[in-house]
């Protein structure tokens, strides 16, 4: 049985825990928890770089990062919901994840500048930058919201930055983006893996 190396609380495991449940899989790939700043965790092994999360196959080949995963998993158990087999519609559903899936590299890498440098080694030009980065990108997705349809990939990646938002404080997005929540209500309904999936 494969499993699904990760962390509950990561963003990019909840994006491939949402997609392994829409795929009815969710009895068949269960979760082996990995804690990347733990220097004995099986996961330096799985994954040379120690990120989460990673799939271990029958055969003992592993995949890795979330983007290769979830494009296996469509590849082999999918039907096109969560990316397109149209190669025109594959490709604009995946540059909207990229967008995404950016925005959660930079709620994430705020994070780490709290958590892995002392109080005066943080840059706040470096914050800045994140936080730019954070915002164009939701100024762009709200005015093309039509390309976040669930259950694709693209709506799945969000949602997931969203949540990680929401739970890492980074942002109030909710009070700058109000069509957001909107949305986001919208896909939690469309979507149960996303209650299924909280941490």
């Given at each position: 049985?494969?499993?699904?190396?990760?962390?509950?609380?990561?963003?990019?495991?909840?994006?491939?825990?949402?997609?392994?449940?829409?795929?009815?899989?969710?009895?068949?790939?269960?979760?082996?928890?990995?804690?990347?700043?733990?220097?004995?965790?099986?996961?330096?092994?799985?994954?040379?770089?120690?990120?989460?999360?990673?799939?271990?196959?029958?055969?003992?080949?592993?995949?890795?990062?979330?983007?290769?995963?979830?494009?296996?998993?469509?590849?082999?158990?999918?039907?096109?919901?969560?990316?397109?087999?149209d190669p025109h519609q594959r490709f604009r559903q995946l540059t909207s994840a990229a967008l995404a899936e950016g925005?959660?590299?930079?709620?994430?890498?705020?994070?780490?500048?709290?958590?892995?440098?002392?109080?005066?080694?943080?840059?706040?030009?470096?914050?800045?930058?994140?936080?730019?980065?954070?915002?164009?990108?939701?100024?762009?997705?709200?005015?093309?919201?039509?390309?976040?349809?669930?259950?694709?990939?693209?709506?799945?990646?969000?949602?997931?930055?969203?949540?990680?938002?929401?739970?890492?404080?980074?942002?109030?997005?909710?009070?700058?983006?109000?069509?957001?929540?909107?949305?986001?209500?919208?896909?939690?309904?469309?979507?149960?893996?996303?209650?299924?999936?909280?941490a």
């Open positions: 049985m494969p499993k699904l190396v990760a962390s509950e609380t990561s963003p990019y495991a909840r994006k491939v825990r949402i997609v392994v449940d829409v795929l009815g899989l969710w009895d068949s790939i269960p979760l082996q928890p990995a804690n990347t700043r733990d220097p004995d965790d099986p996961i330096l092994d799985i994954n040379p770089l120690g990120k989460i999360p990673a799939l271990l196959l029958d055969d003992g080949s592993r995949l890795f990062d979330s983007r290769v995963i979830v494009d296996y998993l469509e590849t082999v158990h999918g039907d096109g919901r969560i990316i397109s087999r925005i959660t590299d930079a709620l994430l890498l705020i994070t780490y500048e709290g958590r892995f440098r002392e109080p005066d080694q943080a840059s706040q030009q470096w914050l800045d930058h994140q936080y730019a980065k954070i915002t164009r990108g939701l100024d762009y997705i709200t005015t093309h919201l039509d390309e976040y349809a669930p259950p694709a990939i693209a709506s799945i990646t969000l949602a997931c930055a969203l949540g990680y938002a929401d739970w890492r404080k980074q942002i109030d997005w909710r009070a700058l983006y109000p069509g957001l929540v909107t949305w986001l209500d919208e896909f939690a309904q469309a979507v149960p893996s996303w209650q299924r999936t909280m």
